[in-house]
């Protein structure tokens, strides 16, 4: 019987994207905890919204607050009339890169929209270290408040009746902590029926096991966490924070509120899933609905490359969470 493979077996095409995208960010992130963010952003395509269909998936982007720059990009199926859950999508990149118009998440909500299909809202919100907790979370919240005030901003198939929060990695931190916004402040129309958690971002001042042994994560390691939650974490805090580690002693008690169901997906070459696998049983603990996916052969972010096909399966997966939520909400 053979052993399970003790390193990633990525495609070449998947070698030379996740080589690119590791050379830059470690290029731009600067020892003295700043980011050259015009290095990153040379390099980091970004595209357009398109009126027109593409792939069979229009999208139009709609300015929050232009003070901050807050704004999401809408993607909508243009092949149906009927009512579609919404899906409020927070992107990756360690809170510190990364945004609503790179080609990489412009791709992925596509086919998101196409694939559910939903009405997918992606949200742009301000980085790290120009901008420090709570300014993330604040976005979020806000571009929630704002579709609970302004939903004709969205097209008539959208229903936010049945509204689901998502995001992979920093943007799966950030999506838990808008939910638990959205438990203790409530809304008036928006109705969030469950949570989709890709790999999130999570993390303490304990090394865990995964952390010690994967030391050269594709994607994300140790080392990288640290600087991003170094710079993401009020001056004075530690990674005990109650945004970082949400399941340790400082953490908020959710016992209590209207939580969603969630789902959460990890992978077994991430040096972070012992932790997301934490949050998964600290929902549990909470009394909450979760549930957990495993792909024990995956990287951190691997749902982005469409050459694994554990990422088709995961779309898949997802798609059947929003449906069978979707069903119990009359």
């Known amino acids: ?148 005030e302004n939903v004709a901003v969205l097209p008539k198939i959208a229903d936010v009746s049945k509204c689901f929060l998502a995001g992979d990695s920093a943007g799966g931190n950030l999506a838990h902590h808008v939910a638990v916004r959205v438990c203790q402040q409530k809304l008036q129309v928006v109705n969030v029926i469950g949570l989709i958690s ?11 096991e995964s952390e010690i042994r994967i030391k050269e994560g594709p994607i994300v390691t140790k080392e990288i966490a640290d600087w991003h939650w170094k710079v993401f974490l009020p001056d004075g805090s530690n990674r005990d924070h109650e945004v970082a580690n949400v399941s340790g002693p400082n953490g908020v008690d959710i016992s209590g509120l209207d939580y969603p169901s969630t789902i959460v997906f990890t992978g077994g070459f991430d040096p972070l899933q012992d932790w997301q696998k934490r949050y998964y049983e600290w929902l549990r603990k909470s009394g909450k ?34 449906t069978r939520q979707v069903s119990y909400v009359k």
């Open 198 to 208: 890709i790999q999130p971002f999570f993390g303490g001042e304990e090394r865990t």
């Open 1 to 148: 019987m053979a052993s399970p493979p003790t390193k990633p077996l990525l495609p070449w095409k998947t070698r030379l994207a996740v080589y690119f995208l590791s050379t830059l960010s470690s290029a731009s992130r600067r020892s003295d905890g700043t980011f050259n963010r015009r290095l990153f952003d040379f390099f980091d395509s970004k595209l357009p919204p398109n009126p027109k269909p593409i792939d069979g998936v229009s999208s139009s982007d709609v300015v929050v607050d232009p003070t901050r720059d807050l704004w999401f990009r809408v993607f909508v199926p243009s092949d149906t009339d009927a009512k579609l859950p919404v899906v409020v999508f927070f992107h990756g990149g360690g809170f510190s890169f990364l945004s609503a118009a790179s080609k990489a998440y412009d791709g992925v909500c596509r086919l998101f929209s196409r694939s559910f299909p939903a009405v997918i809202v992606s949200v742009n919100y301000r980085l790290t270290p120009e901008h420090r907790y709570p300014s993330q979370y604040d976005d979020g919240f806000d571009v929630l408040k704002f579709l609970d």
């Open 289 to 322: 609905e979760a549930c957990l996916i495993e792909y024990p052969t995956m990287i951190h972010g691997f749902y982005i490359f469409p050459e694994f096909p554990e990422a088709a399966q995961l779309i898949s997966q997802v798609k059947d969470f929003i």
